[in-house]
C-alpha cells in the first residue's frame, strides 16, 4: 500500500511532510540551536542571526522551544491515533462474529461516545486525574474509536457476507483464521484512511489543549503553546505566531492529505485508477484517456 | 438634454429611504464607538480581569474585585487621593479618649435599592455577618471588633484593643454594607447583589455580564454622570484593545504587553496608584525552607529586576516589601536587605548541605504564569531545581497552609497594618507558614494601632512595624505591578485613589 500510497503526488507530498514532522519530533531538541529553557534579557526579540524565529516574552529562542515541542505534539497526536484503533477497529470486526449480544453493546457503546464532546471531556479528565496529556489523550483515543469502530465493522459486514467467507465458515473454519485471511485485508485501507485522519485530528486536539495549557506543565514548549504565548505579544511580534499555526496546519494538512492518497488507492476502484495513470505513463502510449473505472472495480 | 422623465417609482423609493435613514442612523450610531448607549445615556463598558465570582462583599473579600462590586455597594468610609480616610455612608466619625471606641455617624435618609433603610442596625448586621457567616473571607480583617451598638443612625463600635486603623479598614475593600433584608439569604445576595452604592444591577450572567444602573438614592447620586454600566468578564488579553478600538468596551483593565498597541490605537493608557505587591512564599514549617540558609539562599537568588523588565513592560518596579516604593508603610532601612547574589546563594546552599541539584522543589501555581518560569530559571541558576505545577484548586492547599512554595500577588489593603497582618501575622491569610510570625512583629503592630493616623510619629512607627515583619524568612517580595487601565478618550479621567476605582464626577461623552 505505501508503494501505491506514493505513486501518487499527493501522497508523496503528505508523506514527505509526515516523516519530516516525525523527524523533528525523534532529533528536533537535539537539532534546537539554543537551550529551549533557557531565559535572556533579549525579550521578544525579531528575527536575527542569533534567533532565526526571534525570542518569547522571556528570552527564550522560539525556534528551539519549536523544535523541542515537536515531540510532545507528534507523540500526543499518534496516542489519541493509535488508542482509537486499537480500542475502536478490533471491537469493530469482532462485533460481526462474536454474536448479537457483544454486537448489541459494542454498538450501544460506541453511540454513547459519539455523543461526548472530546475537548470538553479531555479538560474534565484532566480536571480529575492531574495535569497530563498522556491520560487526557487517551481518554480522547478512546471518544474517537467509534469512528474506527464503525469503519471497520461496515468493512467486516461487506466481506461477511461474501461467499468465499460464507463458504469458509460452513467448511467450518475458525473465526481467527478467516479474519487473518479474508477480512484483514478488506479492512486495512479504510482503516488506514480513519488512522490518517485521525493523526490530523489528534494534531488538532494536542494543539487545542496545550494552546489552552492544559496537558503539559510549564516550561515544556509545545506547538499550541507557543501560539498561545505569541498571541499575547501580537504588539510587539505580529508575525511571531506564524511559525507554529503553519507548522499545526501543514502538519494537519498532511495527515489529511494523506488519508485522501489512501483512499484513492484503496480498492479496486484505487488499483484501477492507478492503472490507468500507468497506461498514461508508459511511452508510446496514445489516445483518449481511459474512461475511470467503474465503482465496483474492473475485473 | 432634455431631463429623463422621472419614474413613478422614485417618490416612494426616496421616502421608503429617508425613513430608513432615519430608524438606521440612530441604531448604527449607537453601535459605534463612543460611550453614548442608545438613547444618549452615558454607558460605561467595562471588561475587567477581576470578574467577580460572589456578589456577596463577606464571600468576596478583600481582594481586587472589590472594585466592581463598590459599584454596588457602599461603606463607611472610602479613601481619597492620599489613600486617606474620607467620609463614604458616614458622615463623620470619632474615637474615645482611650481609642477603644470608635462611633460612626450615618448621612440621613439613605436606603438601599431594596428599599430598607441605611441605618447603624444595617451596620451592625453587616458587621457580624462577616464575622460570624460560615463561608466569610473577612473573618481575619475584623479581630479589633468586639461588638457594634446601633443607636438609629449611630454606629458604636466597641474594640478589643485600641486601635486607630478603624477608619481605614472599614472602607470598600472590608465593610461593603449589603440590605439586611437581602442578606438573610446569602446565597441569593451572592447572585442578586443589593447595596446602597453608585448603581444597582439589574441583569447578572455569573461570571460572564452584569448590567447596572444609576442608582438615584446614592448619597452623591449628583456626581454620577454615568447612566449605565455594561460588566463583562475581559476576554483574552491581546483581543482588548481591539475590542476597545471597536466600542465593544470603552474602559478595560490592561495587561502591561498590551499597552503599546492600546496607546498607538488612540485609546488613553494610564497607570492608578496602588499597593500591588507580588511574592514567592516559602513554607518554613517544611523542609528545605525549615533551614534558614536554605530561606536565605532563595532571597540572594532572586534577581527582582528581571521580573520587572519581563513582565510589566516597564510600567512595574521591584519592591522588597509587601508595598511599592514610596508608600507610607515602606522602610527604607530595610530596602535592599537581600540583593541578588547568587553566589551568596550557592554558599548558603553549600553551608546547609545542598550540592547543586540536591533541592527539587515544587512551585505550585493556579494557572500558568510567567513570574513562575522567571523563579525557576532564577534559582536553577544557583543550583534549586523548580517544576511547576499547576493546580486549579490551588487555592484551598495554599490556605489550608499545605504547600511549601508557591507565588502570591496583592493588590494592597487600604489598612497598611491590615497588609502586614495579612503577610506576617499568625493568622494572615498570605502567610504560608502560619502560625509562624517573626518576633517581635505582633508588639511592633499593636503600637501601630494605639498610633493615631496624624500622629506625627505615626509613619515612623508604621515603617518599625514593617521592619519587624520582613524578618520573616517566609515571604521574599519581588516586585510590584502595575494597575494598568485603558479607555476610549470618551471617558474623562478618574480620580487617583491609589488601588481605588471612583466613578464620582466621571462623565462619558462623545469626543468627535
Known sequence: MVRRVLSLTSGRVAMTVLLLVALLAALGPLLAPQDPLATSDDVLAGISGGHWLGTDNLGRDELSRLLAGSRVSVLGALEVALTALVVGAVPGILSVYLGRAFEWVTLRLADTLVALPFLLFAVAVIALLGNGLTQAMLVTGVLVAPLFYRVARAATLTVARSPYV????????????????????????????????????????????????IGVQPPEPTWGGLLASDLGYLGQKPWAPVAP??????????????????????????????????????????????????????? | MPRRPRSPGRPRTAALSAVLALLLVPVLAACGGTGAAAGGAATLKWTSTYFPAHWDPVVSGSGAQFRELALVYASLTRVDEKGEAVPDLAESWEYDDEGDEITFHLRPGLKFSDGEPVDAAAVKAAVERAQRQQNSALHGDLTSIESVEADGLDAVFHLTQVDYQIPQLLGERVLQIASPKAAKSPAELDQNPVGAG?????????????????????????????????????????????????????????????????????????????????????????APFDDDRVADAVRYAVNRQEFVDKLTFGYGETTDQPFPKGYVAYDPESENAYPHDPAKARKLLAEAGHRAGDI?????????????????????????????????????????????????STTGRDSAVQTLTAHFGPDGPLNLSSPYEPAGFEAAVAEVRRTPLDDPHYAETLQAATRAGLRSKALVFTYSSPNLFAKSPSVSGLPKNPAHLNWTGVTIGDTR
Open chain 1, 166 to 213: 460464507e463458504a469458509a465458515v460452513i467448511a467450518g473454519a475458525p473465526v481467527g483464521w478467516i479474519v487473518r485471511r479474508h477480512v484483514r485485508s478488506k479492512v486495512l485501507p479504510p482503516v488506514a484512511v480513519a488512522f490518517a485522519q485521525t493523526v490530523g485530528t489528534g494534531f488538532v486536539i494536542v494543539s487545542s489543549l496545550t494552546f489552552l495549557g
Open chain 1, 245 to 299: 499555526a503553519l507548522l499545526i496546519m501543514v502538519t494537519v494538512w498532511a495527515g489529511n492529505l494523506l488519508a485522501d492518497a489512501i483512499r484513492d488507492v484503496s480498492g479496486e476502484a484505487g488499483r484501477a485508477l492507478l492503472r490507468s495513470r500507468g497506461a498514461r505513463r508508459r511511452p508510446g502510449t496514445t489516445g483518449p484517456d481511459p474512461a475511470p473505472a467503474p465503482s465496483g472495480g474492473v475485473r
Open chain 2, 198 to 286: 453608585p448603581f444597582v444591577i439589574t441583569q447578572l450572567i455569573p461570571g460572564t455580564k452584569a448590567v447596572l444602573e444609576k442608582n438615584p438614592d446614592y448619597w452623591d447620586a449628583e456626581h454620577i454622570h454615568i447612566e449605565n454600566v455594561e460588566l463583562t468578564s475581559a476576554p483574552d488579553t491581546s483581543t482588548v484593545v481591539s475590542g476597545l478600538r471597536t466600542g465593544v468596551y470603552n474602559f478595560a483593565d490592561l495587561d502591561p504587553s498590551q499597552a503599546g498597541s492600546a496607546k498607538k490605537a488612540g485609546l488613553d493608557v494610564f497607570v492608578q496608584p496602588g499597593y500591588n505587591a507580588s511574592n514567592i512564599s516559602l513554607n518554613v514549617n517544611k
Open chain 2, 360 to 408: 527539587e522543589l515544587d512551585l505550585v501555581i493556579p494557572a500558568e504564569d510567567p513570574a513562575a518560569e522567571i523563579v525557576q530559571s532564577q534559582l536553577a541558576a544557583v543550583g534549586i531545581t523548580v517544576n511547576i505545577k499547576i493546580d486549579k484548586n490551588w487555592a484551598t492547599p495554599f490556605f489550608a497552609k499545605d504547600l511549601t512554595f508557591s507565588l502570591y
